[in-house]
């Protein structure tokens, strides 16, 4: 059965299928062998309405909305002006200020992709012009924005805590300092990069600049402050936060920066429609799948025979780490949290190791992958947005990815990198 499933899954990849037909086929497959049929379908078509039932998972669309929104707006540009002005002037610091702005717009929009676009378009024409390798621009970019991932809001967090049934307010909170961790590292290498390569620095801004940078960009700095303290205070949950999100941003790019038309945002909102469809679709999918391979007990079978089932918690976390970091190399992020996470819960749940924990480890590997060959999605977004070739967006990404690996190294080592905040604003 097992081995029918993941054959069929392949075949459809490789014919070109969307992720979606490939789950649903596998799916239907487990259960026509584990049932003898297909009288009892209505147990699967109520699996896949569960999976998108929970109250949580009305975040997901509010989350693009948002960053829709943001996107085709002033937001980005803003944040971005802020940053170069104070900062752009050291050595390195227009890479770091590079860096930065991507953390700080991934935490207005917690889309990895959406920060390639917004903060790397306008960004990678200044590092190149100002003696920045263009191997080094686009990888410094890709992989920066992945932070994104970690730093509240994340969809990925949303379908993890969805699926692990964990406080997806928690996971918000213990991805914070993992994320700042990576900023620090990746501005040490962009300044040790740019002493090496002797990268000229760019004028420094005056008062008079960085006061109006800083004027401009408070409004759009009220994004993560909503969701952090929104969420840290108890004022509101991460659904309700992201609705609070989609309506700020309707207030500041229509009313405030007046850039965006009632037009704009109906056109923004038909994008949202079709993206949040194909994220749902998927999650009922993996909801189905799911259930199949656990009622089939697929899981512990999987685990036993990779002698998982007998292993220390060190060893489970190692094996979820590659796991994770390998199947986000080659599918989508979101399809590698629906199906892989069922299958290593039954083992967090025995070792009782803290979801939170897991779900942050998992969360960084998702991270490592979209900026990783062969199929990394912001590789790919990198290629269309600033029209390289393929071998030129990856070509300067390892020390990057290093240091991905080092902090997810780190995580499984020091756990409470993660857990001291977390531990800290719930008060455990």
């Not at 405030?256 to 469809?277: H, M, N, Q, Y």
């Amino acid at each position: 059965m097992t081995s029918l499933m993941l054959l069929s899954m392949v075949v459809l990849l490789l014919l070109g299928f969307p992720m979606m037909v490939p789950m649903m086929v596998a799916t239907l497959i487990g259960f026509y062998i584990q049932f003898d049929g297909f009288d009892n379908s209505r147990f699967m078509i109520q699996q896949m309405f569960a999976g998108i039932r929970p109250a949580s998972l009305i975040a997901v669309p509010m989350f693009i909305l948002a960053a829709d929104i943001m996107t085709k707006g002033r937001s980005a540009t803003k944040l971005i002006d802020m940053v170069m002005a104070y900062i752009g002037h050291y050595k390195g610091g227009l890479a770091v200020s590079t860096a930065t702005a991507c953390t700080m717009f991934g935490a207005v929009s917690g889309s990895t992709q959406a920060t390639v676009v917004a903060v790397g378009s306008p960004l990678h024409p200044k590092l190149v012009q100002n003696g920045y390798k263009d191997s080094f621009s686009l990888s410094l970019i890709i992989s920066a924005s992945g932070i994104a991932l970690l730093i509240p809001p994340s969809i990925g967090m949303i379908i993890y805590g969805g699926i692990a049934q964990t406080s997806i307010s928690e996971l918000f909170i213990a991805g914070i300092v993992p994320g700042l961790l990576i900023l620090v590292l990746f501005s040490i290498y962009s300044v040790f990069f740019a002493i090496k390569e002797e990268v000229p620095t760019v004028p420094k801004a005056s008062l008079a600049e960085r006061l109006k940078a800083t004027r401009d960009a408070i409004w759009p700095l009220g994004f993560p402050l909503i969701i952090v303290f929104g969420i840290y205070g108890g004022i509101f949950s991460p659904t309700e936060a992201a609705s609070v999100c989609v309506l700020y941003a309707l207030l500041l790019e229509v009313v405030v920066f007046r850039e965006l038309k009632v037009k704009d945002v109906l056109d923004i909102a038909k994008s949202t429609g079709l993206i949040t469809a194909v994220v749902f679709i998927l999650v009922a999918a993996g909801a189905a799948f799911s259930w199949v391979i656990s009622f089939a007990q697929i899981p512990q079978a999987i685990m036993a025979g990779l002698g998982l089932n007998e292993t220390n918690e060190l060893g489970l976390l190692l094996a979820i780490s590659i796991a994770f970091f390998v199947g986000c190399m080659f599918v989508d992020s979101i399809v590698v949290i629906l199906i892989m996470v069922p299958i290593f819960l039954p083992e967090i749940e025995r070792l009782e190791l803290d979801k939170v924990l897991v779900g942050v480890i998992i969360t960084l590997q998702v991270a490592i992958g979209a900026v990783t060959p062969p199929f990394g999605c912001n590789i790919f977004t990198a290629v269309a947005v600033f029209r390289r070739r393929y071998v030129d967006v990856v070509r300067g990404s390892l020390p990057f990815v290093l240091l991905l690996v080092l902090v997810s190294g780190l995580l499984i080592l020091f756990p409470q990198i993660a857990l001291f905040l977390r531990d800290l604003a719930f008060g455990k």
